[in-house]
C-alpha cells in the first residue's frame, strides 16, 4: 500500500479537484478501490477515473511529476 502520508495528501487533492467536500468517504472510497487486487495501481485507476469523470484534465507527465515530487 502506498505511504499514508502520501496517500493522504493525494487524495485529499483529488478530492478537492473533483469537488469532494466528504474528504473521510471518498478517502474511504479509494482506498477501498485497491482491495480486489493488492497494487497502488488500482488506487491511482480510482483517482484517475474519478479526475476523468469530473473533467479535470491531467497528462501521464503530470502524474509522473507529481509522484516523483510526493515521493522525494
Do not use: W
Amino acid at each position: 500500500m502506498i505511504k499514508h502520508t502520501f496517500a493522504i495528501r493525494f487524495i485529499r487533492q483529488a478530492a478537492a479537484l473533483i469537488g469532494r467536500t466528504d474528504f473521510d468517504v471518498y478517502f474511504d472510497e479509494v482506498i477501498s478501490a485497491g482491495l480486489p487486487e493488492s497494487g497502488d495501481e488500482n488506487v491511482f485507476r480510482k483517482i484517475f477515473s474519478d479526475l476523468q469523470y469530473a473533467d479535470v484534465g491531467i497528462s501521464a507527465q503530470n502524474r509522473s511529476r507529481e509522484n516523483d515530487a510526493a515521493s522525494a
